[in-house]
Antibody, heavy 123, light 110 residues
Framework: QMQLQESGPGRVKPSETLSLRCTVS????????WSWIRQPPGKGLEWIGN???????NDNPSLKSRVTMSLDTSKNQFSLNLNSVTAADTAIYYC?????????????????WGQGTLVTVSS | SSELTQDPAVSVALGQTVRITCQGD??????PSWYQQKPGQAPIVVLY???KRPSGIPDRFSGSRSGNTASLTITGAQAEDEADYYC?????????????FGTGTKVTVL
């Protein structure tokens, strides 16, 4: 059974770069596409971006190109960097597998998810 | 517009039926997926595509879509269904796809 686990610093200073890793177990990251999703405390979910098994990425336009994602196939991990962070970037950050079907209506879904990691932006 | 709007909260009596709606223009073109999130836990997908349930999701969860509105229906709600529910749908700017979550609905089982 596939499992995902986020890791990284729990606190980042304003204007610096938030860096997180997601370790996948139970299958190769070269088989699927992967996502980052976040949730500010007490608020809703926000999609950050996707990376496919070839390393192609797409991200949320609202994050204004602050996002970089990459794969490390030797460690079966994928990573997120979010630069120029502010207090508004404080959130629980989740990684998840992304699946999409090439058919009418383009069904897609996120799952399974990691347990999430809280990142606080504060000096 | 890339927004997906949900009612903030709904309640349902134990064993009764509740419908959770999600509205947005992107739903006219793409299927939504639906997520259940219990307090302190990561979301799990309960429905995707044209009414597809992942393994382990009870058949009391079903979905539909018409025009710019999608619905998640729980038929015979159980106490363990009390949670926040989010829809998600693909959208695009030109050839650039992105994915939008709905505002979320808190379901209370009475």
């Amino acid at each position: 059974q596939m499992q995902l686990q986020e890791s990284g610093p729990g606190r980042v200073k304003p204007s610096e770069t938030l860096s997180l890793r997601c370790t996948v177990s139970g299958d190769s990251i070269r088989t699927y596409s992967w996502s980052w999703i976040r949730q500010p405390p007490g608020k809703g979910l926000e999609w950050i971006g996707n990376i496919d098994y070839n390393g192609n990425t797409n991200d949320n336009p609202s994050l204004k190109s602050r996002v970089t994602m990459s794969l490390d196939t030797s460690k079966n991990q994928f990573s997120l960097n979010l630069n120029s962070v502010t207090a508004a970037d404080t959130a629980i950050y989740y990684c998840a597998r992304f699946q999409s079907l090439q058919q009418l209506g383009r069904p897609n879904w996120f799952g399974p998810w990691g347990q999430g990691t809280l990142v606080t932006v504060s000096s | 517009s890339s927004e997906l709007t949900q009612d903030p909260a709904v309640s349902v009596a134990l064993g009764q039926t509740v419908r959770i709606t999600c509205q947005g223009d992107s739903l006219r073109s793409y299927f939504p997926s639906w997520y259940q999130q219990k307090p302190g836990q990561a979301p799990i997908v309960v429905l995707y595509g044209k009414n597809k349930r992942p393994s382990g999701i009870p058949d009391r969860f079903s979905g539909s879509r018409s025009g710019n509105t999608a619905s998640l229906t729980i038929t015979g709600a159980q106490a363990e269904d009390e949670a926040d529910y989010y829809c998600n749908c693909r959208d695009s700017i030109g050839n650039h796809p992105f994915y939008v979550f709905g505002t979320g609905t808190k379901v209370t089982v009475l």
